[in-house]
């Protein structure tokens, strides 16, 4: 069966406007469960509530948009398709931020005694801020921020007005270090909190033991995330190992296979959802590193098992077996499985095995891979992805909810959003219409990522999927050539190099 790969094209997404669209978000904290407003409509941006700027004259100055000059102050402009206007340097259009400086961001990001921003805005913000400044910068500023307007020159009054504003501090230090733990680990930052914890206490009795609660929290998070790290690197070494005997491919035939371990379809598409779902959702935060290596891995596990078997019959019998894998993974809305399983199929070591693949019946698999097609930016999946999230936010039930995109197109998706939209507009602002769309687009994910697996765990399947050895590109190569021999010259001379090459890998070792 002549195989098409697929899975190395990709196209880049349109991102010439940034428009309004169907930001949904969630209530409660945005980790646990993403912002609470539309990014581009929240109360925080409009005119009517409390309203901070900077300019160049007063920095660090509030104003507030009840204040009648707040009103003169502004510059508004009427257009065909809304109203856009300007505070100080901070610009809206139909009430939603779209652009402003640097500083006027940060200082709108600082709570005051009857001001605190507004979930979606302290969400996005955080998530985008890096891209302009270290977080250690920003929390430095938006901490001396904090102490620096509650000064008035009285002591007395000072401590008074600081012990106001402390609990709301604690309340955006809290959302920090819940949401971007990972910014903690930097010295200077838990440096910046301490100092911090220290300043509250002389206020606030209350809030310096909030701030130590949050910090014990922050620490042990920290510590389980080092310990997952390092688990994961353990299980890592055990799966580099090779599988046994390269030098012949009886030897392999001792060697427990997929179907040995799980004959069930629906049963292993329900554990590579518990992987999605779980392995990762342990971490309280995303590492792209360990997306991208478990999907590797799972294609080189899908081709290892296919290229393996000494008998024709058995190779297609577990490439059948992974076709129907694939389709229990479409069913339940477990896209990244699925796509690495199509992946693994169209490696030229597995697709080359045209007398195995005579012997499938391939009409589930086609109309699969015509599912994840790339052609079109990949809009046949997107149609699926659009269905599984359509589902998901009317779901009755948790496997309803169920919705694991295609991970490396995601974040294709993410880098060219970044990449094709300017971070600036020619004044010097900051796009935040951009920053939205971002912030948009990764609490989607963070929603997904807070539905909890309801399929039973299998330890023995699922100790298999992230533990056993899977063979290298070079070692699919050669297990192929032995299950069906070089057709041409070329792979005769490709099976001699390869043959040489691992057997004084081997001698070496």
């Excluded at 002549?2 to 309004?20: D, I, L, N």
């Excluded at 920090?176 to 606030?204: I, N, Q, S």
Aim: aromatic residues 10%.
């Amino acid at each position: 069966r002549q195989k098409t790969q697929h899975h190395g094209a990709y196209r880049s997404a349109s991102v010439s406007s940034v428009t309004a669209k169907e930001h949904r978000y969630v209530s409660e904290n945005p980790y646990s469960s993403p912002p609470p407003h539309s990014p581009r409509q929240h109360s925080t941006s409009c005119p009517g509530r409390a309203y901070r700027h900077t300019t160049s004259s007063s920095s660090g100055s509030e104003q507030s948009c009840r204040n009648n000059n707040a009103t003169a102050a502004a510059k508004v402009r009427l257009y065909g398709h809304g109203i856009t206007a300007s505070y100080g340097e901070m610009c809206y259009h139909d009430n939603s931020l779209v652009s402003a400086s640097l500083e006027a961001l940060i200082q709108h990001l600082v709570p005051t005694v009857d001001y605190y921003p507004d979930r979606s805005y302290v969400f996005t913000f955080l998530l985008s801020s890096r891209l302009f400044l270290h977080p250690y910068e920003l929390m430095t500023r938006v901490c001396h921020l904090c102490v620096e307007q509650q000064r008035s020159g009285d002591a007395l009054l000072d401590k008074i007005r600081f012990r106001e504003v402390a609990p709301k501090l604690v309340q955006l230090l809290t959302e920090w270090t819940e949401t971007f733990p990972y910014d903690f680990r930097d010295e200077r930052m838990m440096r910046c909190l301490k100092d911090m914890t220290h300043h509250v206490a002389r206020g606030d009795e209350y809030s310096w033991r909030a701030m130590q609660q949050m910090t014990q929290r922050l620490i042990k998070r920290l510590s389980a995330l080092g310990q997952y790290e390092e688990a994961v690197a353990a299980l890592n070494a055990v799966a580099m190992e090779r599988p046994a005997s390269l030098k012949s491919k009886q030897g392999s035939a001792q060697r427990n296979d997929v179907l040995s371990v799980c004959d069930d379809p629906f049963v292993l598409a329900q554990q590579l959802t518990h992987i999605e779902l779980g392995f990762f959702r342990k971490r309280k935060t995303s590492n792209l590193e360990a997306y991208v290596n478990w999907f590797n891995r799972l294609s080189y596990l899908v081709a290892t098992e296919i290229c393996m078997p000494v008998k024709k019959k058995h190779r297609a019998r577990i490439i059948e077996f992974f076709i129907d894998v694939a389709q229990e993974c479409f069913n339940i809305g477990n896209f990244n499985s699925l796509m690495a399983i199509i992946t693994g199929m169209n490696m030229s070591p597995v697709a080359r095995l045209k007398k195995t693949w005579n012997k499938v019946n391939t009409d589930k698999f086609e109309i699969l891979e015509h599912q994840m097609d790339p052609s079109s930016n990949f809009s046949n999946y997107r149609t699926a992805l659009r269905g599984a999230t359509q589902r998901s936010e009317t779901a009755h039930s948790s496997q309803e909810k169920i919705v694991i995109p295609f991970f490396s197109l995601l974040i294709k998706d993410i880098y060219f959003l970044n990449e094709g939209c300017a971070s600036r507009l020619p004044n010097g602002h900051i796009n935040f219409e951009k920053l939205w769309e971002l912030a948009k687009q990764v609490s989607e994910f963070l929603v997904w990522r807070q539905v909890i697996c309801p399929f039973d765990r299998d330890r023995r399947i699922l100790q298999y999927l992230v533990t056993t050895p899977v063979f290298s590109e070079d070692e699919l190569h050669l297990a192929s050539y032995e299950s069906e021999g070089p057709e041409n010259n070329m792979e005769k001379d490709s099976r001699r190099s390869l043959r040489s090459s691992l057997l004084h890998r081997e001698n070496r070792s």
